[in-house]
């Protein structure tokens, strides 16, 4: 039977054998996948991705001792401007080192910064390609920062120094202009940049109406935390968001993509608080350089005017006598012509008075005279009517209570009747 190897056995075998065929230091493309700290070593997980895909081709892990980490940390930070974190494609320079308790590890014995650079620069160099192919890595710049900007959003950490600074300086400006901020706080450093920034300006773009700007301000921090400011979707909702946005995240040489896309960059939250303070002081001298132009062309008019109705004032005796004259003139022709025209009216109505009087007198006569004829014939008419006469000649009138009796239908029996002749009264009782 084959006598059986112990597993430290066996792993002392694989150790002897990598340490007789890799005995060497390799340099090593990968991301770091984890990173983090213990007692001051650093400890990596590191990955290989699908040139076509996000799909891991290969894992390790690797160790770099605190004594070789005390000297690479502080250079790549200074180079690269950030701290190692995971997402970062590095260039480490390892040897393979196998321990029988422990397993296999890569040592880590330098990290190339520059490599990092290159990197870090081809994929801001590629969000930046991406936004100018959608249209919007110009759009928030080119919104135009209102003449009166003083209700401002804020996204900044709640208890960074820098926001403290950047509302003192807004409250205690020298105009005495009035500010009226309004936080929304983000977390500002680490790998949570991105969402949360992006809560906060969903947040202010629900409440768009009331605010004029927005300021995004990182209060402190190291270099290096600019790293969460060069996202495409961040920087996406930062070009596309409609109020204009000033950022001070950085210092004078760190330009984020963010800083690129919004709407004004400056280097620190005093300078976004300067900046606004400007702005309105530039307003306060716009207004009043139009207040002194009204001014000076109100006063220029009103001495114009001034001289003019002086001149006026001169004139006016001469032309009021003159225009006196004119008018006097005027109404004495009216006068005239008025006199005239009277007496030829006058005249006029005279004689048609006088024909009038004329004709009134003829026709008077006439009609009277047939008036008379007519009263002469319509009192012969009467003469004729005149009921004695007719008594007279043999007529006579029966009455039934006062009326004629005109027909024997107008009586009844019993009824008395009343009969006039020329000679009296006859009284019957019909039967």
């Known amino acids: 039977m084959t006598k059986a190897l112990t597993l430290y056995e066996l792993n002392s075998m694989v150790r002897e054998t990598i340490e007789l065929t890799l005995n060497d230091e390799y340099w090593v493309q990968a991301e770091v996948s984890e990173v983090h700290e213990v007692r001051g070593h650093c400890y990596m997980e590191l990955v290989e991705k699908d040139e076509f895909g996000n799909t891991p081709v290969a894992k390790?892990?690797?160790?770099?001792?605190?004594?070789?980490?005390?000297?690479?940390?502080?250079?790549?930070?200074?180079?690269?401007?950030?701290?190692?974190?995971?997402?970062?494609?590095?260039?480490?320079?390892?040897?393979?080192?196998?321990?029988?308790?422990?397993?296999?590890?890569?040592?880590?014995?330098?990290?190339?910064?520059?490599?990092?650079?290159?990197?870090?620069?081809?994929?801001?160099?590629?969000?930046?390609?991406?936004?100018?192919?959608?249209?919007?890595?110009?759009?928030?710049?080119?919104?135009?920062?209102?003449?009166?900007?003083?209700?401002?959003?804020?996204?900044?950490?709640?208890?960074a120094a820098g926001y403290g600074d950047f509302c003192n300086q807004l409250d205690n400006n020298e105009y005495g202009f009035h500010f009226s901020t309004s936080l929304f706080a983000a977390v500002m450093q680490g790998e949570k940049i991105e969402k949360s920034v992006i809560a906060a300006l969903d947040a202010i773009n629900s409440r768009a109406d009331d605010f004029d700007c927005v300021v995004i301000?990182?209060?402190?921090?190291?270099?290096?935390?600019?790293?969460?400011?060069?996202?495409?979707?961040?920087?996406?909702?930062?070009?596309?968001?409609?109020?204009?946005?000033?950022?001070?995240?950085?210092?004078?040489?760190?330009?984020?993509?963010?800083?690129?896309?919004?709407?004004?960059?400056?280097?620190?939250?005093?300078?976004?608080?300067?900046?606004?303070?400007?702005?309105?002081?530039?307003?306060?001298?716009?207004?009043?350089?139009?207040?002194?132009?009204?001014?000076?062309?109100?006063?220029?008019?009103?001495?114009f005017e001034e001289q003019r109705l002086g001149r006026i004032s001169d004139r006016l005796?001469?032309?009021?006598?003159?225009?006196?004259?004119?008018?006097?003139?005027?109404?004495?022709?009216?006068?005239?012509?008025?006199?005239?025209?009277?007496?030829?009216?006058?005249?006029?109505?005279?004689?048609?008075?006088?024909?009038?009087?004329?004709?009134?007198?003829?026709?008077?006569?006439?009609?009277?005279?047939?008036?008379?004829?007519?009263?002469?014939?319509?009192?012969?008419?009467?003469?004729?009517n005149d009921p004695a006469l007719m008594l007279k000649k043999g007529y006579s009138m029966t009455t039934l209570n006062g009326k004629v009796v005109r027909s024997a239908a107008d009586v009844a029996p019993g009824d008395v009747i009343e009969t006039t002749i020329e000679n009296g009264k006859i009284t019957s009782v019909v039967k």
């Not at 650079?117 to 209102?146: H, S």
């Not at 026709?363 to 009467?382: T, W």
């Open 217 to 303: 301000i990182r209060g402190g921090g190291a270099t290096s935390d600019l790293s969460g400011f060069d996202t495409l979707a961040l920087a996406e909702n930062v070009a596309n968001f409609p109020l204009p946005i000033i950022t001070g995240i950085g210092h004078e040489r760190d330009e984020s993509v963010l800083d690129m896309v919004s709407n004004t960059r400056v280097k620190t939250p005093t300078a976004a608080a300067a900046y606004l303070i400007n702005n309105l002081k530039h307003t306060s001298d716009i207004i009043d350089d139009c207040r002194d132009r009204i001014f000076n062309a109100v006063s220029q008019r009103m001495d």
């Open 317 to 384: 005796p001469l032309l009021f006598s003159i225009i006196k004259e004119r008018q006097l003139a005027h109404i004495g022709i009216l006068t005239n012509r008025l006199t005239l025209a009277t007496g030829r009216i006058l005249a006029d109505g005279d004689k048609h008075i006088n024909r009038l009087e004329v004709r009134l007198s003829s026709a008077a006569l006439s009609h009277i005279k047939a008036e008379q004829s007519r009263l002469e014939v319509l009192s012969q008419r009467i003469l004729l």
């Open 60 to 159: 390790a892990s690797a160790k770099c001792w605190k004594s070789t980490w005390m000297l690479i940390k502080p250079h790549f930070e200074r180079v690269t401007g950030q701290s190692l974190h995971a997402g970062l494609k590095v260039l480490l320079k390892v040897y393979a080192q196998f321990h029988e308790n422990f397993g296999f590890s890569w040592i880590v014995t330098d990290i190339d910064p520059q490599y990092t650079m290159g990197d870090m620069a081809r994929k801001r160099q590629e969000i930046i390609r991406i936004l100018k192919e959608e249209g919007v890595f110009d759009l928030n710049r080119e919104l135009a920062m209102p003449m009166f900007a003083n209700r401002i959003a804020v996204i900044s950490s709640a208890g």
